[in-house]
Each structure stands twice: as structure tokens, then as C-alpha cells.
């Protein structure tokens, strides 16, 4: 299983760099004089900030309960000072760090002496709050077989509505250095209690169980519920407070995870330590997991389209390469056919290179695509013929190796493709006017390959293609990554969003092109579509649709029906179709079958729009 947060024994490098770059808060002073007054218990470790007033420091026979023993990945083991201050803002937990499998039990009283450190899972430049800890520590057991301190619930009730404090502006945004307050924003209540007993009741899975051994709940049943039991994300400020990661203590090889759908319920009592990771943040670490109770939730199937409406999709289909098994072969080529209805046009992303990530050159996809609409035929779909652009080795993001492109699959018994000089990778297509319509001068081509906000990253794909006598211009697009954002449990608040930069420049040199056809045809059928890596709420949709140009066609969608993927228990939209003005009646579908579901065949759930043109 992955490492909650493998951890580094260098901790007076973490130690000097932390003080390098301010994440120390406190006065040595009075660390010092916390050292060398009474005996130090944990509450005066964890301090009233996230970071510890004893950074740095040895301390001394500092007593606690085992509550929780871990011994795979980051070992170690959590103990709690069962006579609490009154002080809600410091925790009575910590974790201590051991590197080799721990050898104290739960429920053994004990008395550990080493260095408090704060360690920055995922490094200092992730953004990531830090974890109090104990580091080189000298164990002595006192007595065994001692009652558990009591477990604090966390529920709807406990959970503040607000997310998190502003980020002081002194401090570049960060909020370490601020006195938290549990009652008022839910992530100072969470690190308010990092490291001690927590209890959760029956709770609503909002992210199926992952190949890591990890579910998503929910303590809040009514937040921005979404129509099939998610918690949706419609906005920067509906973090969803309620939502928590659900590890457990046992090794998988002891006790297998459970395997949960979004809309089960994980029922009875869940408790263990509260500790944070740099995959989701506060994360209930089990040593008492509920009961995965199933819900009814099944993949969805769209409605197929009217013989007079055009069908357009759009499907990342998560880096296809022949030497993936047939089998996930088989089971997209089912989705296309029997949840997508054989749509009509169909945007693929993430179609690898004919040997995937295998880094020889290879540019062709030619294997990939002939396996795949193989497989569709198979399955009873149609004789899907396909267009795309190779491109440049290497240039365009993605796996190494694997040269992931843009492709269009048209079905030629209900649609034709206008072949106009086919272009290459580093030619742009562009738009001229022919008897006052617009025409593009490759197609397929791509859109301003050259641009820099290209650079590693996908270009568009454009194609015309004719419907019952109508064009209808098609761009897929991928565009650039969340990688390099922080989470949303960042210590800047609010947390620092690097990568929409770069899809803001994309979405602007997209939006241009799109207003190119439209100055060349105001009534032209244009369908801008694909992974878009962005909300529907964000600068980069705005800067899609600018000037009217397009309308992201998600937004006719109820808000407890907009999503395509589900990330650390937020349901959210990522993959998106946007339309151009003449396009004024539709029909629209984010068809889940598989950002909800721990069997998953891409993490993306496809979407689909009918139009007659």
C-alpha cells in the first residue's frame, strides 16, 4: 500500500530549512522556558497554531495511551494524554515517529522522549500543512492494557461551516501562524484534534474506495449533495467541510479494505487517530472501520439520438495503448456502445502511442485506434472510421513515452469528415470564408500548435464534419494538468492554484479560434469539447466562452448533476462541452459510469450532447 507520508529522518534539515522559510511560529523563549518548567505533556506540544512552540527541541518523558500502532509505510504510533486541558485549540494526541516497526500495543501507558518536529508531508514546496511529531524517540512502557482515551466525534454537528481562517497577508498567505479556532472554520477543528481518538458515525461514501486502500465519507448527509449520493464542488468557497479520507491501521494482508461505491454508507462506528497526509489531508487512520453497506448505484446509460440530432462525446479514456489487456479494450468499446449509445462523433482523450509508454521514437496511434474501434465493432457498436494528428515525439505532456493525443471517431453511416489538407503537428489550421461559410484550411488540423501555452501540453484537434447537409465544427482539446496546485488543505488559504495560468492562455487561444469562424460565419455549428481540466466556474470556462463565443452546455444541467470526476470526495467538473451560438437547442448528459465506482475503466466519466443542426 502507499505510505500515508513516507518520512525522511533528517529532521534538523526540515528543522533549518523550516526556519529558513518561516514555518516555525512561537517564541524561543518560551520554548525555553516550557523545557524547563513542569513536565511536558502533549497539549504543550501541539500548542494553539499548527506549528509547535517546541520545534526544535528535546523534550522528555512526555506521557500518553497508545491509541493507534501503525506498521507499514510511515511507522510509528499515536499517543494521547488522557487528562486534557481546557484549551479545544490544543490537541491531547501526537504521533511518534519510529521508522521500524513500533514494538508498544495499543492501550500501553507509556513515556516517550525524543525531538518534536513538524513534517511537511510532500515537502516544504507542496503547500501541505505540517505534522507534530515526536522523531528518534526512547520508548519505556509503564503498564499495559490501559482503557482508550475517550474518542472525540466529529459529526454535522461539531463541523464548523466554514472552511478555513484567511491566510495572513504578513506571512505570504499562510496560516500557521494563526491561533486556531476549532468552533469557527472545520480545518482548524481537524488540526485541532491531529493526532488524538477520533470517532465517526454511519457516514456517505463520497469517494469510492482506490487502489491505495482509501475511501472518502462524508459526516455532513446534506452538504451540496449531488443526485446520486457525491458531494458536489461548485465553487471555491464549498470546500465541502464535512469530508475526511478513511484509511486503516491493519495491514491489507491482516484485513483487506473494503471496496465502496459513492452512495454506500459506511455504517456503525469508524475510530482511530487523526493524522493528515499529503493525499487528502485529515485522514481518520482506522483501527475500527465500519461496515461498507451498498447502495443501488449502478453505471448510467444516455438516451440514444433522434435521427435528426447529431450526437457529440467526449471521453478521456485514460492513456489507451495496445499493450493494455484486452480486457479494458473490451469494457470502453461496451461504455461507447451501451452507456454512450454509439454517439455519432466522438472526442477521445489520452489515446497513447502504438507502444505506450515505451520511449523509442513511436509517434503512430495507428495499433491503439485499430484495436479500439475493433473492440467497439464487437460490441455491436458501429464501424467507427477515425482522423487525428500525430504528434511531435515528446512534445506534448502526458506519460513519457506515450505521445497521449486528441482523436475523432465518426461514424460514416450517419456523418462524413470534410478531409481539407490534412495538417501535421506543427501546422496551424486556420479559417477562410468559401461561398460565406466558414471552412478551415486543414482538417484535421491543429489549433496554434506554436503557441507557448502549448508547450508540453496537448494542442487542439479541429475537424469539419457534415450532418444531414450542415457543418459542424469539432475541437478537442486536453488541456494542461492540475499538477503543482495545492490542496485545498494548504496552508495558504486560499490555497495557491499554479497551474490555471497556463489553461487560461489555452482557453484564450481556443476562444480566438472559435471567434474566427464565428467572424467568418456568425450561424457556424461549432462544439469546442474534451478534458478541460477545469471547472465550470472557473477563469479558464470564462475565458472559453468569452465574448459569447461558446456556452459551457454543463451549466444546463441541474448543480447536483454537474460532475465528471470525483477528487478527495468532491464531485467536480472536469470534462466539459462547449457550444456556439447558433447551437440553441440541446440536450445534455454527464453520463456516470465511472468517477463513482471503485471498478473503473478511466476516471473520467464521458459526456455526451444531441443537437439537431
Not at 265 to 280: A, H, R, V
Not at 308 to 325: G, S
Not at 541 to 559: E, F, M, Q, V
Amino acid at each position: 500500500m502507499r505510505s500515508s507520508h513516507p518520512r525522511s529522518a533528517a529532521v534538523a534539515a526540515l528543522v533549518a530549512t523550516a526556519l529558513a522559510t518561516g514555518l516555525l511560529a512561537g517564541s524561543a523563549d518560551a520554548a525555553e522556558g516550557a523545557v524547563s518548567a513542569d513536565p511536558i505533556r502533549i497539549h504543550d506540544i501541539q500548542g494553539t497554531t499548527r506549528i509547535s512552540p517546541l520545534n526544535g527541541k528535546q523534550v522528555t518523558d512526555v506521557e500518553g495511551i497508545v491509541t493507534g500502532v501503525r506498521t507499514y509505510g510511515s511507522r510509528g504510533f499515536w499517543i494521547q494524554d488522557p487528562d486534557a486541558d481546557d484549551n479545544d485549540a490544543t490537541s491531547e494526541g501526537v504521533f511518534v515517529f519510529t521508522s521500524s516497526a513500533p514494538t508498544v500495543a495499543v492501550g500501553d501507558a507509556v513515556k516517550v522522549s525524543g525531538t518534536v518536529g513538524e513534517y511537511v508531508p510532500g515537502g516544504l514546496n507542496s503547500g501541505n500543512q505540517s505534522v507534530t511529531q515526536i522523531s528518534k524517540p526512547t520508548v519505556t512502557v509503564v503498564s499495559s492494557g490501559n482503557a482508550l482515551p475517550e474518542a472525540t466525534v466529529i459529526n454535522e454537528y461539531s463541523v464548523p461551516a466554514e472552511y478555513a481562517p484567511a491566510g495572513d497577508p504578513a506571512a505570504a498567505g499562510s496560516i500557521n501562524g494563526l491561533t486556531l479556532e476549532p468552533a469557527r472554520y472545520a480545518l482548524d477543528l481537524y488540526e485541532s484534534l491531529e493526532g488524538m481518538n477520533v470517532r465517526i458515525g454511519t457516514s456517505r461514501v463520497v469517494g469510492a474506495t482506490d487502489p491505495y486502500a482509501e475511501l472518502w465519507v462524508t459526516v455532513k448527509g446534506w452538504e451540496n449533495t449531488a443526485k446520486r449520493g457525491g458531494t458536489i464542488y461548485g465553487s471555491y468557497e464549498s470546500q465541502n467541510t464535512g469530508r475526511l479520507q478513511i484509511q486503516q491501521l491493519a495491514p491489507l494482508a491482516q484485513q483487506p479494505f473494503p471496496v465502496a461505491n459513492v452512495g454506500d454508507k459506511l455504517t456503525g462506528t469508524t475510530e482511530g487517530p487523526l493524522d493528515f497526509n499529503q493525499f487528502g489531508g485529515y485522514t481518520l487512520v482506522a483501527r475500527t472501520l465500519g461496515t461498507v453497506t451498498a447502495g443501488t448505484l449502478a453505471p448510467e446509460k444516455t438516451k440514444p439520438q433522434a435521427e435528426q440530432e447529431l450526437a457529440v462525446a467526449t471521453y478521456n479514456v485514460e492513456n489507451l495503448d495496445p499493450t493494455d489487456p484486452q480486457e479494458k479494450f473490451d469494457a470502453l468499446a461496451k461504455a461507447v456502445v451501451e452507456n454512450l449509445a454509439s454517439p455519432d462523433v466522438l472526442a477521445l482523450e489520452e489515446i497513447q502511442d502504438d507502444n505506450g509508454a515505451k520511449n523509442d521514437g513511436t509517434v503512430s496511434a495507428e495499433q491503439t485506434l485499430t484495436k479500439f474501434t475493433a473492440a467497439i465493432a464487437a460490441a455491436g457498436g458501429p464501424a467507427y472510421q477515425w482522423r487525428s494528428v500525430n504528434p511531435q515525439d515528446k512534445k506534448d505532456g502526458g506519460e513519457p513515452g506515450g505521445n497521449i493525443r486528441q482523436v475523432f471517431l465518426f461514424n460514416p453511416a450517419r456523418v462524413s469528415f470534410t478531409e481539407r489538407a490534412p495538417g501535421d503537428a506543427v501546422t496551424a489550421t486556420g479559417v477562410v470564408k468559401e461561398n460565406g461559410k466558414a471552412a478551415l484550411t486543414h482538417s484535421p488540423g491543429r489549433v496554434d500548435p506554436a503557441n507557448p501555452a502549448w508547450a508540453d501540453s496537448r494542442k487542439p484537434l479541429a475537424g469539419e464534419f457534415v450532418f444531414r447537409g450542415k457543418t459542424v465544427f469539432v475541437i478537442a482539446n486536453h488541456f494542461g494538468s492540475k499538477g503543482g496546485d495545492e490542496g485545498l488543505t494548504s496552508h495558504h488559504q486560499p490555497p495557491v492554484r499554479s497551474s490555471e495560468a497556463k489553461r487560461l492562455l489555452q482557453a484564450q487561444a481556443v476562444n480566438g479560434f472559435v471567434k474566427e469562424i464565428l467572424a467568418a460565419d456568425k450561424n457556424a455549428n461549432v462544439l469546442a469539447l474534451g478534458d478541460i481540466n477545469d471547472f465550470e466556474f472557473s477563469a479558464t470556462t470564462d475565458a472559453l466562452a468569452d465574448g459569447g463565443a461558446l456556452y459551457p452546455a454543463i451549466k444546463s444541467l441541474p448543480k447536483a448533476e454537474r460532475y465528471s470526476y470525483v477528487y478527495q470526495g468532491n464531485a467536480q467538473v472536469l470534462d466539459q462541452i462547449l457550444t456556439s451560438p447558433a447551437i440553441k437547442k440541446f440536450t445534455y448528459d454527464s453520463v456516470h459510469i465511472n468517477a463513482e465506482f471503485a471498478a473503473q475503466n478511466s476516471d473520467h466519466d464521458p459526456q455526451v450532447l444531441r443537437f439537431k443542426p
